[in-house]
């Protein structure tokens, strides 16, 4: 390890303390802030190891810019889950949405279906009960034909009766006259 690699160290590390403090109190430790912080890094590291001819220092500089990389990747792909599991939810909380919409059409339609076929019970017996004071109508008007035959039965007999009484008076009258 030679000096130009420990002085590189050492000054970046003084340089970057402020900048990675400042990121973790903003919360934004692991973000493309730090990422970009970590790259000045690297290209740091691999510039004054060019100019000194220090492999050791572009090699540290490759595996920065490398552990850069795969940060990088993992933080664009801990977006695109966070991005999936957020239209994951939409589209539960849509499923859901629809769904709860189909139940209360599907029960309005069976509260309709319901009333439809109370509406046609009661018609139905409203139809039946006229029917039966119809048939009880022409019952009594049969009744009342019947017992007004009857009535005029009951006169001609009653007149007839009374006709045979008088006659038999009017005979008795011209027997004792005779």
């Known amino acids: 390890m030679s ?9 970046l590390t003084v340089a970057q303390l402020p900048l990675r403090a400042t990121l973790g109190v903003l919360g934004r430790s692991e973000g493309a802030a730090q990422i970009a912080v970590d790259r000045v890094g690297a290209a740091v590291r691999d510039t004054v190891g060019r100019l000194t001819g220090d492999a050791e220092l572009r090699a540290e500089a490759r595996r920065e810019e ?14 695109a889950a966070a991005q999936r599991e957020q239209q994951g939810r939409q589209h539960r909380d849509d499923v859901q949405d629809t769904a709860q919409e189909q139940r209360e059409q599907a029960e309005k339609f069976a509260e309709k279906r319901k009333a439809k076929v109370r509406d ?17 109508l022409r019952q009594l008007k049969a009744k009342e034909a019947a017992l007004e035959e009857r009535g005029d039965a009951l006169e001609s007999a009653d007149e007839a009766v009374r006709l045979k009484k008088a006659a038999a008076r009017a005979k008795a009258e011209r027997k004792s006259r005779a």
């Open 120 to 136: 046609e019970a009661q018609a139905e017996r409203t139809k039946q009960r006229d029917a039966e004071k119809r048939d009880q």
């Open 3 to 11: 000096i130009v690699a420990t002085t590189t160290r050492t000054a």
């Open 66 to 79: 490398a552990a850069a990389d795969e940060r990088e990747k993992a933080l664009r792909l801990r977006k």
